[in-house]
């Protein structure tokens, strides 16, 4: 399997480092967890967001130069990080927790509802009170008929001494539920210059009903739904489709 993470982790730091909001969300909610499971936590931003006192983080993906590049920037007292597929906990051997986190569309990387319904499994059994947070995107209804969306601008930021640019071409197949999202990383402004790197992103689109579907499957079930991490209400156009299942 391709890693498209494999090329970009310092990319995605700069890209995300000022992402506070979700971090926030988490964070009130958690007060009292000792333990914390991240999964899907890429280079960390979310698993040392959470780092408290007296609680323990614990980051999990399956890249491991996200790994890598997470644990080459540990600090004192920040999360502990492994590389594992979050399908199969169990081989992990993590022990328990007292929340779970995926963030950031991590959980839809998981390219069927069979291995989505296996993580839940997998997290309902090392999981002891507390929450579930799950966020993924939103389906947008108003281009699931527009198959192709042509490349375009998205981010540009300095990684180093380096002017990156990063573009995105979006392929829609939507009786499939899936999105490919192909990231395409540039320096510098020069017209029809190469990438320096392209990134393969695919995820499996969820609608609010089945996630609930999901969660109870796996003995969860849906606590709260939002539309954004300032706690606003789920419905049509939001971004974000976030849960808090227990």
């Known amino acids: 399997m391709v890693d498209p993470y494999a090329q970009i982790p310092a990319f995605y730091?700069?890209?995300?480092?000022?992402?506070?909001?979700?971090?926030?969300?988490?964070?009130?909610?958690?007060?009292?967890?000792?333990?914390?499971?991240?999964?899907?936590?890429?280079?960390?931003?979310?698993?040392?967001?959470?780092?408290?006192?007296?609680?323990?983080?614990?980051?999990?993906?399956?890249?491991?130069?996200?790994?890598?590049?997470?644990q080459a920037a540990r600090r004192d007292g920040v999360a502990r990080y492994v590389v594992g597929d979050m399908c199969r906990l169990a081989e992990l051997s993590l022990g328990f927790f007292d929340a779970v986190v995926i963030p950031n569309a991590a959980f839809s990387f998981l390219p069927s509802r069979r291995e989505q319904l296996q993580c839940l499994q997998q997290v309902r059994a090392l999981l002891r009170d507390g929450p579930l947070w799950i966020d993924v995107p939103m389906p947008d209804f108003g281009l699931m008929g527009t198959p192709h969306s042509p490349e375009a601008p998205a981010w540009r930021g300095l990684v180093g001494e380096l002017d990156v640019r990063r573009t995105r071409e979006v392929f829609r197949t939507p009786v499939a539920q899936r999105l490919l999202l192909r990231d395409r990383y540039y320096t510098g402004d020069e017209a029809g210059s190469q990438p320096i790197c392209v990134s393969d992103l695919h995820l499996r689109l969820i609608f609010p009903a089945e996630l609930e579907w999901l969660?109870?499957?796996?003995?969860?079930?849906?606590?709260?739904?939002?539309?954004?991490?300032?706690?606003?209400?789920?419905?049509?156009?939001?971004?974000?489709?976030?849960?808090?299942?227990?």
């Open 215 to 246: 969660l109870e499957s796996a003995g969860f079930y849906a606590d709260a739904l939002y539309g954004n991490h300032a706690g606003g209400a789920l419905a049509d156009g939001c971004d974000r489709l976030l849960c808090r299942a227990l």
């Open 13 to 70: 730091d700069v890209e995300f480092a000022a992402a506070t909001a979700d971090i926030s969300t988490y964070f009130r909610d958690l007060s009292g967890a000792r333990r914390v499971l991240v999964l899907g936590c890429g280079t960390g931003r979310v698993s040392d967001g959470l780092v408290g006192p007296d609680r323990e983080v614990v980051g999990v993906d399956l890249s491991g130069p996200m790994i890598a590049r997470a």
